[in-house]
């Protein structure tokens, strides 16, 4: 025992509440489960061997949240559970009644209110009894019906969550560094935004009904549950154990185990939930501190640990900044072979106090999948921080977050990493909608230096030996993606082509309406980057002169057209249908310029540009090859619209030829 227990209690208190703090407020984490969970024990030890427990202690409290909205108390406490690492334990917990296991979620637990049948609120637990109110978040997570088949008061326990893979999606396009899902996750509770909060992908999954008026499961914790589902919600996955021994208790124990570590489970998980199966038992148990006795009892699994020894520190260049990840001799973890460790940013590297090859640390498959140094037992040499990109060569500097958080960027603008965002959309669906290209996937070929432009995405093939000798690929895996690569270089729309170049405010409905314009993808691309005009798509029902000039400009750019002419060297587009439009001027083109007749039947030339398109026509601001007729009352004029007229063989017509021929 330390010489100042008390004192030691003080520090550790103040690190946990501290890495805390940071964890549920999504500021990046400070410290692992793994120590976390050590340390955590300590405190308890302490407190059991000295009588004494600070006011402040995580022992006593759940962590609050920094969620925006009006503080609110919970109609129901939303304690926490007890926690253990020996099924034993359940065994005896248990005490031979029906038990279910389920889920430990790592994510956000949320309360959520029905009342007649409608969503009433949301609420943060915050500190178990006073949460915040997020319900006009509501529309931006999923699994939160705003109608249901049920009328009375009704109150249920749930948390929201992020996959892994959409985790994953989301940090590949995000220029934020984000350590896991549940990470990502408490740092959308700031978000204002619903359709940025939506973007995150969290899921609502209920674990527990607290309140149901008109009875809901019949004193069942599976019934409720089951109840729940009918009406729409996707609860906690879940067993019944009937015969709660040591026996049954570890096989259906080793069953989620294999779950975690095989990857079935699509969710971050930090253990197992046991509850009892009798909802009415339950409510029977005392009240500890913020453990409710017979509410449940997490299970947590023992991290296995393996010494090693660090060959390299490789520098893993992103969207938002060049990550570390430690490749160390190959160790045996959870039944794998593990060798590599994402150490996430600087401050990390500092706070473990990693050192160069020869250093020996200590690794865990946090809760069983993902690899993760825990501590540097012995260190070699010093950390050497690159001063060149590791992707395209350019400096690199050292950037700290608002929260404190070092991390290590690229200062080259044009760097293809930085471009990771734009290939994302550049295979998406709405894209040229390429199967088997992931965010995760993209930056490892651009860390590899196979896609350096959205051109290179089609070359790939050329690289797949390569691919198929990396980690986490194969043979089938590279063979699978040159067959997707080869499909979608066929019957592609052209406004997909559009969509997929991340052209500033060209989405799908403004792609259209380009090549309602100008059909034909070469015409088009070569009018725009040809045209002085910025605005020569202005007249265009539905883009006006920011659209207009945001395409011209991106047009204008070499670079852009080498892209384009990259791709499209490469890939068989679909002829695009334009819509179709009737009235004497349909399909025509008019640009108009000068002074009308005093006495004509156009007062002004708006009057003529509405009369033109009522007709089916279109009016634009320049001349160019996509010009049917250029109407000037002074058809002799050497005027500059005259002049391109003449050099591109349009007819300049005067407005009562127009009126002669379009309007009689």
């Known amino acids: ?33 793994f120590e976390w969970d050590a340390m955590f024990d300590q405190v308890k030890a302490l407190e059991a061997s000295t009588g004494i427990v600070l006011p402040d202690s995580p022992t006593q409290k759940v962590s609050a949240d920094n969620a925006q909205g009006q503080k609110e108390s919970h109609e129901f406490p939303a304690l926490s559970l007890a926690k253990t690492k020996q099924p034993l334990d359940i065994v005896k917990w248990a005490e031979g009644r029906p038990v279910w296991l389920s889920w430990k979620l790592d994510g956000l637990t949320l309360v959520v209110t029905y009342d007649g049948g409608k969503l009433s609120k949301v ?17 931006g997570i999923g699994g939160l019906p705003k109608t249901i088949a049920e009328t009375g008061h009704l109150v249920v326990r749930g948390e929201a969550v992020i996959a892994y893979r959409d985790f994953a999606e989301f940090v590949a396009e995000s220029q934020e560094d984000y350590a896991n899902p ?62 709660p021994d040591l026996a049954h208790l570890e096989a259906a124990i080793d069953r989620w185990t294999h779950k975690v570590t095989d990857k079935i489970c699509p969710y971050p998980v930090d253990g197992l939930v046991i509850t009892y199966d009798d909802a009415a038992y339950a409510k029977t148990g005392s009240v500890t501190g913020h453990h409710a006795t017979r509410e449940g009892l997490a299970f947590k699994w023992q991290d296995e640990a393996a010494r090693t020894k ?38 990390e590297c500092e706070r473990l106090g990693m050192g160069g090859k020869g250093t020996e640390i200590s690794v865990i498959k946090a809760n ?75 930056a490892r070929f651009v860390r590899e230096g196979f896609i350096r432009t959205a051109g290179d995405i089609y070359r790939l093939p050329e690289h797949r030996d390569e691919i198929a000798a990396m980690e986490g690929f194969g043979a089938k895996s590279a063979d699978n993606l040159v067959q997707a690569i080869s499909a979608a270089q066929k019957d592609r729309k052209p406004e997909q082509f559009l969509v997929a170049l991340s052209i500033p405010l060209v989405g799908v409905e403004v792609a259209k ?53 990259d791709v499209m060297a490469q890939v068989e587009f679909l002829p695009f249908k334009p819509k179709a439009v009737s009235g004497r ?26 009369y033109i398109e009522s007709e089916g026509g279109k009016v634009t601001g320049s001349v160019t090859k996509a010009t049917d007729y250029l109407i000037n009352n002074d058809v002799a004029s050497t005027s500059g619209k005259n002049k391109k007229a003449k050099e ?17």
Not at 204 to 224: D, I, M, Q, T
Not at 526 to 531: G, K, L
Not at 542 to 554: E, N, Q
Not at 590 to 595: N, S, W, Y
């Open 182 to 243: 549940r990470n990502l996750a408490s740092g959308s509770l700031t978000l204002k935004d619903v359709n940025e909060l939506k973007a995150r992908k969290l899921v609502w999954k209920p674990f527990s009904l607290v309140y149901s008026e008109n009875g809901l499961g019949a004193g069942s914790w599976g019934g409720a549950l089951d109840a729940l589902d009918a009406l729409g919600f996707n609860c906690v996955e879940r067993e019944l154990v009937r015969e």
């Open 1 to 33: 025992m330390d010489a100042d227990p008390l004192a030691l209690m003080r520090q550790l208190v103040d690190r946990l509440n501290e890495a805390a703090d940071a964890y549920y407020n999504g500021r990046g984490e400070l410290m692992t489960d």
């Open 585 to 610: 001027c349909a399909g025509l083109t008019f640009v108009i310029t000068g002074d009308l007749e005093a006495e004509g039947r156009f007062k002004t030339r708006s009057v003529l540009k509405a």
């Open 648 to 664: 591109l063989g349009i007819e300049i017509i005067s407005e009562a030829v127009f009126v002669e021929r379009f309007a009689v």
């Open 368 to 442: 069983k999948i993902i690899p993760k140094v825990i501590a540097v037992e012995r260190r070699e040499g010093e950390l050497t921080i690159p001063d060149a990109c590791p992707v395209c060569g350019g400096s690199t500097r050292i950037e700290v977050s608002d929260s404190g958080t070092r991390k290590l960027v690229c200062t080259n603008p044009g760097c293809a990493a930085k471009a990771l965002r734009k290939f994302m959309r550049f295979v998406g669906k709405e894209g040229m909608d390429i199967d088997g290209l992931a965010g995760e996937t993209i």
């Open 123 to 139: 609420v943060t637990r915050g500190d178990g009894h006073v949460g915040t109110n997020i319900t006009q978040l509501a529309p």
């Open 513 to 565: 309406l380009l090549l309602n314009e100008c059909p034909d993808l070469k015409q088009l691309f070569e009018m725009a980057s040809a045209s002085p005009d910025p605005e020569m798509f202005v007249s265009v029902d539905g883009i006006g002169a920011a659209k207009s000039a945001a395409f011209v400009a991106w047009c204008r750019d070499p670079v852009n057209m080498e892209l384009v002419e």
């Open 310 to 347: 660090l060959d390299h520190i490789e520098w893993s260049c992103a969207v938002g900044s060049i990550s570390p990840v430690a490749v160390f001799e190959p160790v045996e973890l959870e039944g794998t072979t593990v060798k590599r460790a994402n150490l996430c940013n600087i401050s």
